[in-house]
Each structure stands twice: as C-alpha cells, then as structure tokens.
C-alpha cells in the first residue's frame, strides 16, 4: 500500500504519564477531534481522481493553477484500536531494516491513520481533480486538499537513514 | 497564523448531492473519524519543540536519521462549525488576491482542521523533537510525524499562480 510498507510490526508499551515539558505546564488539549471525508479516492485501469462530495466543490476553485497537491487522506482499512496502538515497524516490511518508529517512516499503521501523498495536477474540473497516482485504494476516504508551494514545501541539504534510501 | 492566512471569507453554499462519478458506484464511506493529539507545540522565546505524549515516545524510535519532517497539526482555534464550513478565501488576508478554494490554499479554515507544515530537525531527545520554527501557536495539539523523504515529497516543474509567489 504505501512504498513504506510493513509486515513486522511491535507493538510498543503504553503509559498514562504525561510527558516532561522544556518549560511550564502544556495547555489542555481536546482529547479528539473529528474528521469527515471531504471525497474519496477513484481508480480506474490508468487513471485516477480525487472526487469530491459535490458540496465542497467549491473549494477546488483556483486548483487549477498548480502543479502539485498533497492528498491528506486516511489508511481506513487499518482503523482498528490495535493497529493504532502500533508504534514502531521494520519499514517496508523488510526485518532487515531497523526498528523504526511510527513517526519516523510513512507506515500506514500509527495513532491517527493520516496518509500524505504528493501529487500532481492533470485536471481540474467540476467535482474532480485527476492526479497522476496515490498508493491509496480506490474508494479511499480524502480528508483535504492542499496545494504544494515551494517555499514551504521544498527542502534543501536532506539527510535520510540509509534504510530509506538516497537523498536526492 | 499562516503565510496563507486570510481575512476575508466566503461561506459557500452547501447542498447534500452527491459527487458525479468517473465510473460506477463509490464505496460507503464511513460518515467521520477521530483523531486524538500525539502531543503539542511548546514555544518558548526562540525554541520550539514538538513534545509528544510520553506513551508516545516510541514512535520517535530512528527519527534523528532524518533532516526534515511533516508535522501534522490541528487549528484547534478554528474549530468551530462556521469555520469548518468555509470553503473559499482571499488568500493571505488581501482581497487583491483571488477568490480561491481552501483546497487551492493554506487557509486555517477548512472542512478539516488539518495542518502541514515542513520544519527541520534539530534534535530528538526523549519524546521531544527540537524544530526550526512553525507556523503553530504555543500549545497547538499535533496529530502526526512524518519524515520528509525526497523520493515521494518533492517536486519538479512545479507551477503556482501568482498570488502564490514565483515557483522557485
């Protein structure tokens, strides 16, 4: 599903402590929040879109003029409570490559089961936004829709771990 | 709030039709689900850290391998059914700018409060990440961690329009 792919999972210990703090105490935080698919994901042999319910349709005004999107949609087949308990994997499912944990690689199992895809814009129109690829499934719940801007999107002088690849 | 941030708002029209389809039938899709913080921005005079919950630590496990991460955040200011429902702006608060789809900006009102921003790794130590700078208040719940991997982040011919700033 996702080039960061796992089979090996642990599931790692859990406690209730809060965590220590650089300096006074946290502000109290909502204990969750809600999400509601804003569309879905839609494949066909060689194409894919991003189809919108029609009433947010509006929101793709002036899409047209970029590029590139990331796709912030959500790794549904895995909502169960135990798959968001996971926290570290062997990335890529490979047992050869280390211990790593949730929020240091792109595995589609972690506490909030967020997946980020950059994308590029082929069409714009209506409802729909036409894209070259995702490693979503079709029928995959989209939560947003954010255009890429270079300035503070890109990153320069990039260090990677060695299991991940080269930087390029 | 946001190099995308906005003054001026339109709430448009909603209607409860669904999305043309490419091709047959979408999957029913589920109607909402539940994030729940993984921690929060702590901000001091010139640092900013992302201090994770401490049953959270372990999925930092191998993050100091990279550079550059994702941080998914919540505009938990905004959470508000009015804003929620806000689906075009004049980006950057000026109304020389566009009136432009939050899908086609980084406005903090949308359908789902989500968050990207890019910020460099300075340290991780514990459960706590030392960031360059983000955009987030002191106290913002963050949802996720992703490592910026140049593979499937980044962008070439990149186009933006103008109100956008040049596409370096």
């Known amino acids: 599903m996702s080039r960061f792919a796992l089979i090996f999972v642990v599931i790692a210990s859990a406690t209730a402590v ?6 006074g105490a946290p502000t109290p935080i909502a204990a969750e929040f809600k999400v509601r698919p ?8 060689d194409r894919t879109w ?12 002036g899409l047209d003029g ?6 912030i949609w959500w790794f549904d087949q895995n909502d169960t409570p135990q798959k968001r308990a996971v926290l ?16 240091a690689c792109r595995a589609p199992v972690r506490p909030n089961l967020i997946a980020l895809s950059l994308c590029k814009v082929l069409t714009v129109q209506d409802n729909m936004v036409e894209i070259d690829q995702t490693d979503a ?6 939560l947003d829709i954010k255009p890429y801007a270079p300035g503070i999107d890109s990153a320069s002088d990039v260090r990677v771990p060695q299991w991940a690849g080269p930087a390029k």
């Open 50 to 61: 991003i189809v919108l319910d029609k009433q947010y349709a509006p929101g793709l005004l």
């Open 18 to 23: 809060r965590a220590s703090e650089p300096a």
């Open 38 to 45: 804003i569309g879905h994901v839609k494949k066909s042999e």
């Open 66 to 71: 970029f590029s590139h999107i990331h796709v």
């Open 88 to 103: 570290q994997v062997h990335p890529r499912g490979d047992r050869n490559n280390p211990l790593t944990g949730v929020f």
């Open 137 to 142: 499934f079709d029928g995959t719940p989209v």
